[in-house]
C-alpha cells in the first residue's frame, strides 16, 4: 500500500515537474511600467533586449523577456539589471515575473518597476 502512494506521489511530482517546464518563446522588447512614488507619475516604458533606458534616476536594462510559446499574452519573465544612473553596482538584478510582481522585487526607496509584459515584432517567427 505504502509503495503504491509514493508511486502515484512520483508520477504526480513528475507530471507537475513536465508542466513547469513548458516550452517559451523569445521576446524582442519588454514593456515595464514604473511608478515613481513621490510625483505619482506613472510611466509604461518599452524595453528592448541588450538595451539600456533610463526611468527617472534608475538606468534599466533587458537582458532577456521570455513568454509562454502557446500564450504570448499569458504572462511574462524579464531578466533586469537596475543601477543608479552613473553607478555600476546593479541594486536589482534578476528575473522578474508578470504575473508576480511581489515575487522578485526592485526594493528602492522612490521607484517601482514592473513587468507588463514581452513585446514580439511583428516579422518574428515566435
Same mark, same amino acid.
Given at each position: 500500500?505504502?509503495?503504491?502512494?509514493?508511486?502515484?506521489?512520483?508520477?504526480?511530482?513528475? *507530471?507537475?515537474?513536465? $508542466? *513547469?517546464? &513548458? @516550452?517559451?518563446?523569445?521576446?524582442?522588447?519588454?514593456?515595464? #511600467?514604473?511608478?515613481?512614488?513621490?510625483?505619482?507619475?506613472?510611466?509604461?516604458?518599452?524595453?528592448?533586449?541588450?538595451?539600456?533606458?533610463?526611468?527617472?534616476?534608475?538606468?534599466?536594462?533587458?537582458?532577456?523577456?521570455?513568454?509562454?510559446? &502557446?500564450?504570448?499574452?499569458? &504572462?511574462?519573465?524579464? $531578466?533586469? @539589471?537596475?543601477?543608479?544612473? !552613473?553607478?555600476?553596482?546593479?541594486?536589482?538584478?534578476? =528575473?522578474?515575473?508578470? %504575473? @508576480?510582481?511581489?515575487?522578485?522585487?526592485?526594493? $528602492? %526607496?522612490?521607484? !517601482?518597476? =514592473?513587468?507588463? #509584459?514581452?513585446?514580439?515584432? *511583428?516579422? %518574428? @517567427?515566435?
Amino acid at each position: 500500500m505504502l509503495r503504491a502512494i509514493l508511486t502515484i506521489g512520483f508520477i504526480a511530482a513528475a *507530471a507537475g515537474l513536465a $508542466h *513547469a517546464q &513548458d @516550452s517559451t518563446g523569445n521576446g524582442d522588447a519588454a514593456v515595464l #511600467r514604473g511608478l515613481d512614488r513621490v510625483n505619482g507619475m506613472v510611466n509604461d516604458i518599452t524595453v528592448p533586449v541588450g538595451t539600456t533606458v533610463q526611468l527617472g534616476t534608475l538606468n534599466l536594462t533587458l537582458d532577456e523577456c521570455r513568454y509562454p510559446a &502557446d500564450n504570448p499574452a499569458g &504572462d511574462a519573465f524579464a $531578466h533586469l @539589471s537596475i543601477t543608479e544612473v !552613473d553607478e555600476v553596482t546593479p541594486i536589482f538584478k534578476g =528575473w522578474m515575473i508578470a %504575473s @508576480s510582481p511581489a515575487l522578485n522585487a526592485l526594493e $528602492h %526607496s522612490r521607484y !517601482d518597476v =514592473w513587468v507588463l #509584459r514581452c513585446a514580439i515584432n *511583428a516579422t %518574428s @517567427s515566435q
